[in-house]
C-alpha cells in the first residue's frame, strides 16, 4: 500500500521553528522526486520545496533562506525545516511524490502566531 505520512506540524510564534517530515512506504523511494506544498485558506495549493532524486533542491522565492528541504533515503522519508516562520506561512502542508505517478499525503497543519 502507498502511503506518504506527514508529522511536525503544529502551532508556533512568528520567528519561530518547525521540521516536517514525510515517512514513505509502499514505493521505491529513492527514485522518487519529493516536493512539499501547501494550502492555505481560499488558496490555490502552491509548491514550496522540492528535491528529486539526486538531491537536487528548489523552493519557491517567498521560503528561499528560511526553509531547507533534505531527504534520506535509507528512511524513505522527506524533511522540511522551516525557520524564522511568519503568519503567512500558516498552511496545510502536504507531502508529494512524484515518478510517473503523483502521490500525496494527508497533510499536516501549520499555524504561525504573529
Known amino acids: 500500500q502507498v502511503q506518504l505520512v506527514e508529522s511536525g506540524g503544529g502551532l508556533v510564534q512568528a520567528g519561530g521553528s518547525l521540521r516536517l517530515s514525510c ?27 522540492s528535491i528529486s532524486s539526486s538531491g537536487s533542491a528548489n523552493y519557491t522565492d517567498s521560503v528561499k533562506g528560511r526553509f531547507t528541504i533534505s531527504r534520506d533515503n535509507a528512511k524513505n522519508t522527506v524533511y522540511l525545516q522551516m525557520n ?24 499536516t497543519q501549520v499555524t504561525v502566531s504573529s
Open 84 to 107: 524564522s516562520l511568519k503568519p503567512e506561512d500558516t498552511a496545510v502542508y502536504y507531502c508529494n511524490a512524484q515518478y510517473m505517478r503523483s502521490v500525496w499525503g494527508r497533510g
Open 23 to 49: 515517512a514513505a512506504s509502499g514505493i521505491y523511494f529513492s527514485i522518487y522526486a519529493m516536493g512539499w506544498y501547501r494550502q492555505a485558506p481560499g488558496k490555490q495549493r502552491e509548491l514550496v520545496a
